[in-house]
C-alpha cells in the first residue's frame, strides 16, 4: 500500500539550532511527496512538494526537504529554528489524481 | 478570494442523527477531498473527487456520503451518526490540470462531537 510514516511523535529543539523532521515512504512507483504544516485550531498550510528532479527541495518560512530513494526518505530540515516554527508537521504522499495520504504527524517544540 | 469555507465550526450530535458538513472553494480547483483528523492518526482520507460528477472512497468511508454537483461544493453527510465519528472535520480543495500532483488548500475545519 501507498503510505508515509513520521517515526517521531515529538521533536524538541533549541532556538537557533538546526532542527529536522522525519518521513519515510512506501511507495510503488514514482512518489510524490509534500509537507504540510499545523498550526493550533487551524488548517494545514503547504510547505514544499517533491515531485521530480533536484533531491533537495526548498519551500516556504526557511524550510528544505531532502529526497532520498535509497532510503525512501523525505525529511524535512531547518538550518536554524524560531520558536515560532512550533507546530504539527505532516508527511504525505500522492499517487492518484486527488488521492493523498498523510503520516500520523509530528509534534515540533522550539525552546527559546 | 475566500478560499476554502466550512460549515459549521462546531456541532454536537445525538447518536443516530444525521447531518451534512459543507464545503465550498472559490479557486475552480478540479479536486475537493474530505479527511478527518484524530489524535495520534494524522489526518484520514474519506472520500474525494476530481470533478463534478465524479467521487470515489478513501481510506475510511464507512458511514459518510458525498456528491458533488457543481465544482464549488463538496458536502459531506453523515447518515446516522456515531461516536466513533467524533473527530475534527477538513475540506481541501486543488488544482487538477496536467500534472495531478499539486498541493492542497485546506479549510479551517469542523469539530464534531456525537454522544
Known amino acids: 500500500a501507498q503510505s508515509v510514516a513520521q517515526p517521531e511523535d515529538q521533536v524538541n529543539v533549541a532556538e537557533g539550532n538546526p532542527l529536522t523532521v522525519k518521513c519515510t515512504y512506501s511507495?510503488?512507483?514514482?512518489?510524490?511527496l509534500f509537507w504540510y504544516v499545523q498550526y493550533p485550531n487551524r488548517g494545514l498550510q503547504f510547505l514544499l512538494k517533491?515531485?521530480?528532479?533536484?533531491?533537495l527541495v526548498k519551500g516556504s518560512y526557511g524550510f528544505e526537504a531532502e529526497f532520498n530513494k535509497s532510503q525512501t526518505s523525505f525529511h524535512l530540515k531547518k538550518p536554524s529554528a524560531l520558536v515560532s516554527d512550533s507546530a504539527l508537521y505532516f508527511c504525505?504522499?500522492?499517487?492518484?489524481?486527488?488521492?493523498?495520504?498523510f503520516g500520523a504527524g509530528t509534534r515540533l517544540t522550539v525552546k527559546p | 478570494n475566500a478560499g476554502v469555507t466550512q460549515t459549521p465550526k462546531f456541532q454536537v450530535l445525538k447518536t443516530g442523527q444525521s447531518m451534512t458538513l459543507q464545503c465550498a472553494q472559490d479557486?475552480?480547483?478540479?479536486?475537493m477531498s474530505w479527511y478527518r483528523q484524530d489524535p495520534g492518526m494524522g489526518l484520514r482520507l474519506i472520500h474525494y473527487?476530481?470533478?463534478?460528477?465524479?467521487?470515489d472512497q478513501g481510506e475510511v468511508p464507512n458511514g459518510y456520503n458525498v456528491s458533488r454537483s457543481t465544482t464549488e461544493d463538496f458536502p459531506l453527510r453523515l447518515l446516522s451518526a456515531a461516536p466513533s465519528q467524533t473527530s475534527v472535520y477538513f475540506c481541501?480543495?486543488?488544482?487538477?490540470?496536467?500534472?495531478?500532483?499539486?498541493?492542497?488548500?485546506f479549510g479551517p475545519g469542523t469539530r464534531l462531537t456525537v454522544l
Open positions: 473527487s476530481v470533478g463534478a460528477g465524479i467521487t
Open positions: 504525505a504522499v500522492s499517487f492518484l489524481k486527488g488521492d493523498m495520504r
Open positions: 511507495v510503488s512507483g514514482n512518489p510524490y
Open positions: 481541501a480543495s486543488s488544482y487538477g490540470g496536467a500534472s495531478s500532483y499539486n498541493e492542497q488548500f
Open positions: 517533491y515531485i521530480t528532479g533536484d533531491n
Open positions: 479557486m475552480n480547483h478540479e479536486y
